[in-house]
């Protein structure tokens, strides 16, 4: 006893195939004489349609199918990712028109037209047709035009059952007159999910599942939509009229599509028909005549078999009991079709887009059938982007900007932006940009890079890298600009000066003070060395050490025994700005003396003073980490008196220094917490004054992955 859902489906499959069996077909198959006149779809035919007097007296030589309206705001049930449904119902309706005795406009041909003319609006085209039809017979060079919109695209589900239901309204207009010619509205509905009613479809439906070519269902139901519309089109009988029956196609696909064909790809297409028959493929006008031969005797046993197999496997899934009469009626279907198959293999240069696939099959009387692949659309493109020219560079702060000319090419996706620390090898993808400008980001300040520029295109085709540029990025633009003194410093700096290590050691004869209107910039690896009794003085102006993990900067005493004391240290009073980076100060009286300052202290050293290492005064506001002081004498580590003191002072290493780590003569309490001080807890004997150490660091900060302790 069969189930009450099993009923339930069966009967709807009984209902669908009756619904079906009323709709209106061109016949083409079976041992019929010829295709059947139009005046049978005026029987049958259950949607709208005219064929007006002019029609009947002004019969069109030429059509072409123009692009169909969709409302993208309608919500259809059914969305594809690629392309609109106005798209899809398009290419089902121009299957059908090109079988009809007109001679039609391929798809492509009349986009690209269209396109050369400014008309890729469709209300523009619209407009057209209403009031200069002529024009746009000289554009397209057709004495007639179909215009199209989309009515229904949707998915109905109902319990177990779902029902497809594809629509449209489509008009032929004469382009002389700007006429309507011929009118239709209509909507195919139609079960789905559920299993062939017919031997032929069942195989076929079949074959499609094994090669994998999705996107059927929908598609099915536009030819079926199609088949019907185009049949109310009153073609004369005569033009209708056939000596003798042309051969069967039942399945015609491009068989490796979804991606642009390049250089040397092969376009593979495969036909099921009738045997005996001579198959080729058109490309639309890029491409004709690519011969299609019949697969060997092996692998279309081999395909019989697969075929078989899922169809049992799908029969037993679904429940229905797969009879062995079934089993030999598809069997026979198979056997008595031809599987043809052939390729095109892309050459240099080549570049078209959106092609549709037209099959053709001839029998041994002359006749042929066609066949439209509707769900596949193809691209060729051989042809890589141009040279990009035009390459500039900005430098900026670990960064280097880059911009170009914009390519003109219309396929065109992106660029790619590659870099080395060598001009000729060693490049590597650093940047992807859609514009013609890009940052190459993460980059080493002052440090030389070398940069080349590619376009490419929609079917991922590269073109050739242009000459490279080479830049360097600053933290500062323009800083190489700046005058380069050396290597003997001294006096007053009242303007913005740049050191380099080229020039390296400096040697500071006299206390180098930078007044307010000074900056001293420092690239990595400089080294300067100071006479006895000299400073470096920032008194209102800015210093700006930008040293490195390879390439510190390093201040020193320029005598040859470097007796800690030699040199009086680095003096900060009213500095605008301080940026101070893996800088090492050595051997100084006084390492580093803040008043009235906020510098900014990452990565640097401070070691063998010899009456303090640091020494915090009024307004002292620094942020330092990442730091190591060690073996700081007189003093020791850290000095602090004075006014409005506040440090932030975290992650760093204080090992050595003595007798103190830190003295404290403010009566604010100083919160030095989160810094190792060389020991697993803070011995208290080596501090002075109200400090905050805890929580304290019991080993030397792991965040510090910048240096090495």
């Known amino acids: 006893m069969l189930s009450i859902q099993r009923r339930y489906c069966f009967i709807l499959l009984f209902i669908a195939a009756a619904m079906a069996m009323s709709c209106a077909h061109v016949s083409t198959e079976g041992d019929a004489l010829g295709i059947v006149a139009t005046s049978e779809a005026f029987k049958w035919f259950d949607g709208e349609f005219e064929n007006t007097p002019y029609f009947l007296k002004h019969k069109p030589i030429s059509v072409a199918v123009l692009p169909f309206e969709y409302s ?180 015609f696909a491009t068989m490796n599509s979804g991606k642009a064909f390049t250089l040397g790809k092969k376009v593979a297409f495969r036909l099921i028909g009738d045997p005996n028959g001579a198959a080729y493929v058109d490309l639309g006008d890029f491409k004709s005549a690519i011969q299609l031969t019949p697969v060997s005797a092996e692998m279309k046993r081999a395909l019989q078999t697969e075929v078989l197999e899922v169809i049992k496997k799908n029969y037993k899934d679904t429940g229905y009991e797969l009879t062995a009469a079934v089993i030999e009626a598809v069997r026979q279907e198979l056997g008595s079709r031809e599987v043809y198959e052939g390729s095109y293999t892309v050459e240099p240069r080549e570049e078209a887009y959106g092609l549709l696939a037209k099959g053709y099959l001839v029998n041994s009387a002359g006749v042929q059938k066609t066949a439209l692949d509707v769900v596949h659309t193809i691209d060729v493109d051989s042809r890589p982007p141009q040279v990009v020219a035009g390459l500039t560079t900005a430098s900026l702060d670990s960064k280097i900007m880059v911009r170009w000319h914009p390519n003109n090419e219309n396929d065109l996706v992106g660029y790619e932006i ?88 400096y040697t500071v004869y006299s206390d180098l003070s930078v007044n307010p209107n000074g900056a001293v910039y420092m690239a990595p690896g400089v080294k300067l060395v100071f006479a006895p009794d000299t400073a470096l003085v920032v008194a209102g102006g800015a210093l700006f050490a930008y040293g490195n993990g390879e390439k510190p900067i390093q201040f020193s005493s320029q005598s040859q025994s470097k007796q800690p004391g030699s040199w009086r240290g680095v003096v900060l009073n009213g500095a605008k700005q301080t940026d101070l980076r893996h800088v090492t100060i050595e051997g100084a009286v006084v390492g580093l003396t803040i008043r009235d300052s906020a510098p ?11 009456q303090a290492g640091l020494h915090l005064k009024d307004r002292a506001k620094p942020n330092i980490v990442c730091s190591l002081f060690k073996d700081n004498e007189g003093q020791g580590g850290v000095v602090i008196e004075g006014e409005g003191v506040s440090p932030m002072i975290r992650n760093n290493v204080f090992e050595g220094n003595l007798p103190f780590q830190v003295q404290s003569y403010t009566p604010l309490k100083m919160n030095l917490s989160e810094n190792f001080w060389g020991y697993s807890e803070p011995q208290a004997e080596l501090f002075l004054g109200d400090i905050v150490l805890q929580p304290a660091l019991s080993t030397p900060p792991g965040s510090c992955a910048e240096r090495q302790w």
């Not at 391929?106 to 690209?112: C, Q």
């Not at 109310?232 to 399945?251: G, K, N």
């Not at 001009?423 to 070398?450: D, H, M, R, T, W």
């Not at 990452?602 to 070691?607: G, K, L, V």
Request: net charge neutral; charged share 20%; with cysteine.
């Open 72 to 251: 993208g705001s309608k919500g259809y049930s059914i969305e594809t990712k690629e392309e609109n449904p106005a798209d899809i119902i398009r290419r089902g309706l121009y299957n059908h028109v090109s079988s009809l005795p007109f001679r039609d406009l391929e798809l492509y041909s009349t986009d690209r037209q269209l396109k050369n003319a400014g008309l890729t609006d469709i209300q523009k085209i619209n407009q057209l047709i209403s009031e200069n039809p002529r024009k746009l017979k000289s554009i397209l060079g057709v004495d007639a035009a179909i215009s199209g919109q989309v009515t229904h695209f949707d998915r109905i589900f109902l319990g177990i059952y779902s029902q497809v239901a594809v629509g449209c309204e489509v008009k032929m207009w004469d382009l002389d007159s700007g006429k309507l010619l011929w009118r239709a509205k209509h909507v195919s509905r139609a079960h789905a999910g559920g299993l062939s009613l017919n031997p032929i479809g069942l195989a076929m439906a079949t074959v499609a599942s094994v090669w994998n070519l999705r996107k059927t269902e929908m598609l099915s139901q536009t030819d079926e939509l199609f088949r019907e519309v185009v049949s109310t089109i009153d073609v004369p009988q005569s033009a209708l009229a056939l000596q003798s029956p042309p051969p069967r196609i039942d399945l």
């Open 418 to 505: 590659w870099s080395s620390t060598t001009p000729l090898s060693g490049y590597s993808l650093s940047a992807k940009s859609e514009k013609n400008e890009a940052l190459v980001q993460g980059l080493a300040n002052f440090s030389k890079i070398y940069i080349q520029v590619r376009a490419v295109d929609k079917a991922v085709n590269q073109g050739p890298f242009g000459k490279y540029v080479e830049a360097v990025p600053l933290p500062e633009p323009d800083l190489f600009n700046l005058p380069q003194p050396g290597p003997v410093l001294g006096g007053s700096v009242n303007e913005k000066i740049l050191l380099l290590a080229e020039k390296s050691p």
């Open 600 to 610: 900014s202290i990452t990565a640097s050293t401070i070691r063998g003073c010899s």
